[in-house]
């Protein structure tokens, strides 16, 4: 496995939005269904870590609650889970096309794995200040489900990814219309 560090270097690129959208709506999900079978392995309420999530804009409030279903809560949690998925994915996405880190599939695994490391540490550590609730959630397998976000994200952008050279040509999405 050979990465070619040297042929890493800044070239003006700019990403596949509609890849890294759909990256972040995969990812999204697979992160999604892990960190609730892991709650659920846990003996945790399944409810528990999407009112986590649903109170970055509810608030507090929605932590306070006991962890059942609300359709409310729901929703918010689902609709910010997944806006901040694509977000993040698109940074990843914006991170990855300059550099040329979505040459192959080793070099955009290694990109997404730390790109989760450092979502990880922004999200458990860095927004504690503004949501101390996060600090609860530190572990080993929410490290691993954010590292795996960032694997699944890259992977999907890279195998979606339309590049200059391959519009025109019937290459991935522009295949007869679907471009």
Same mark, same amino acid.
């Given at each position: 496995?050979?990465?070619?560090?040297?042929?890493?270097?800044?070239?003006?690129?700019m990403?596949?939005?509609? $890849? %890294?959208? @759909?990256g =972040?709506?995969? !990812?999204? /999900?697979?992160?999604?269904?892990?960190?609730?079978?892991?709650?659920? *392995? +846990?003996?945790?309420?399944?409810?528990?870590?999407?009112?986590?999530? $649903? %109170?970055? @804009?509810? =608030?507090?409030? !929605?932590? /306070?609650?006991?962890?059942?279903?609300?359709?409310?809560?729901?929703? *918010? +949690?689902?609709?910010?889970?997944?806006?901040?998925?694509?977000?993040?994915?698109?940074?990843?996405?914006?991170?990855m !096309?300059?550099?040329?880190?979505?040459?192959?599939?080793?070099m955009?695994?290694?990109?997404?794995?730390?790109?989760?490391?450092?979502?990880?540490v922004?999200?458990?550590?860095?927004?504690?200040?503004?949501?101390?609730?996060?600090?609860?959630?530190?572990?080993?397998?929410?490290?691993?489900?954010?590292?795996?976000?960032?694997?699944?994200?890259?992977?999907?952008?890279?195998?979606?990814?339309?590049?200059?050279?391959?519009?025109?040509?019937?290459?991935?999405?522009?295949?007869?219309?679907?471009?």
């Amino acid at each position: 496995m050979e990465l070619h560090m040297h042929t890493h270097h800044f070239a003006r690129r700019m990403p596949d939005w509609r $890849a %890294a959208v @759909v990256g =972040g709506c995969v !990812a999204g /999900a697979v992160f999604l269904m892990i960190e609730l079978f892991a709650a659920a *392995v +846990a003996g945790q309420s399944l409810w528990a870590p999407l009112r986590m999530i $649903a %109170a970055i @804009v509810m =608030g507090h409030g !929605a932590l /306070a609650q006991p962890a059942t279903f609300a359709p409310g809560v729901m929703l *918010v +949690a689902l609709v910010t889970h997944f806006v901040l998925s694509i977000l993040f994915s698109v940074i990843l996405a914006v991170i990855m !096309a300059p550099f040329s880190l979505d040459s192959s599939v080793q070099m955009a695994s290694l990109a997404g794995a730390v790109f989760g490391v450092l979502l990880y540490v922004i999200n458990y550590y860095g927004m504690t200040q503004l949501f101390p609730s996060f600090a609860d959630a530190r572990s080993w397998v929410s490290l691993f489900i954010h590292i795996l976000f960032g694997l699944v994200a890259a992977q999907t952008y890279v195998s979606l990814e339309r590049r200059e050279s391959d519009k025109g040509i019937g290459h991935r999405w522009n295949d007869g219309g679907h471009g």
